[in-house]
């Protein structure tokens, strides 16, 4: 029974993706944002759990990778693609440049392949996460909510969606080592730059608020060069 509670959790994690879909083609895009932050709770809390259960299978590695598949692959895609057809459409290519939004969801597929046969990422990660990366897209309407003019003047142009759509797909399949953050122990030196993250991260996040995201993505990549340089 208690291998069915991480599966549990991960199926709704799939169904918060599926609902942000839903809000992100109605131009709902705020809602959308709050369907990825629930699915990356739910996220974490399933790995969280079937760590803790001892509840590994085969059969949740697999639905894992359905359900980020749909929640941070398809549906940061089709927020991207909103946000193109919001932006100042630039003929003739608009028609095509828009759908280079999906390019994140190919990358994500792609990304999360490569993690179910890479054995090199058990402890930490290859390539840019596909949660980080749709954290950071669902940060994208709640700025242009809050009227943030320093990153709209950035986000709300097309050349520049299309160069982030590809440069951030790049990221998802790249061979950067990056840290997780997954616990093995509570201990201090163990986790020192996990923790330093994390407390920098809530620091960050009270101080201003969404866009405080992109700054800890940068953290993030900075941290872990950190790590992985002193372990060389």
Not at 97 to 125: C, H, M, P
Not at 201 to 229: D, E, G, N
Request: glycine residues 4%; hydrophobic residues 55%.
């Amino acid at each position: 029974m208690k291998q069915h509670i991480p599966n549990t959790v991960t199926c709704l994690n799939l169904f918060s993706g599926c609902l942000g879909i839903v809000f992100a083609f109605k131009g709902e895009l705020h809602l959308a944002t709050y369907a990825i932050l629930i699915a990356a709770v739910l996220d974490f809390l399933d790995g969280m759990l079937a760590r803790w259960l001892k509840a590994y299978s085969e059969l949740g590695k697999q639905l894992d990778s359905m359900a980020d598949m749909v929640s941070f692959g398809v549906l940061p895609s089709v927020i991207i693609y909103q946000m193109f057809l919001l932006s100042p459409q630039t003929a003739p290519y608009s028609s095509w440049l828009n759908y280079s939004a999906f390019l994140i969801a190919v990358f994500s597929g792609l990304r999360l392949a490569k993690f179910n046969i890479d054995t090199r990422q058990s402890e930490n990660f290859i390539g840019l996460p596909t949660p980080a990366n749709s954290l950071l897209i669902a940060s994208f309407p709640m700025m242009i909510m809050e009227n943030n003019s320093f990153f709209m003047n950035y986000i709300m142009n097309p050349y520049f969606l299309f160069i982030f759509s590809l440069g951030m797909g790049l990221l998802l399949v790249s061979e950067i080592p990056l840290i997780s953050l997954k616990f093995k122990s509570l201990k201090l030196s163990e986790n020192l730059l996990r923790y330093i993250l994390i407390g920098s991260s809530l620091i960050l996040i009270l101080i201003f608020q969404f866009a405080a995201v992109p700054m800890i993505l940068f953290l993030y990549f900075l941290i872990s060069f950190i790590q992985f340089r002193t372990i060389s």
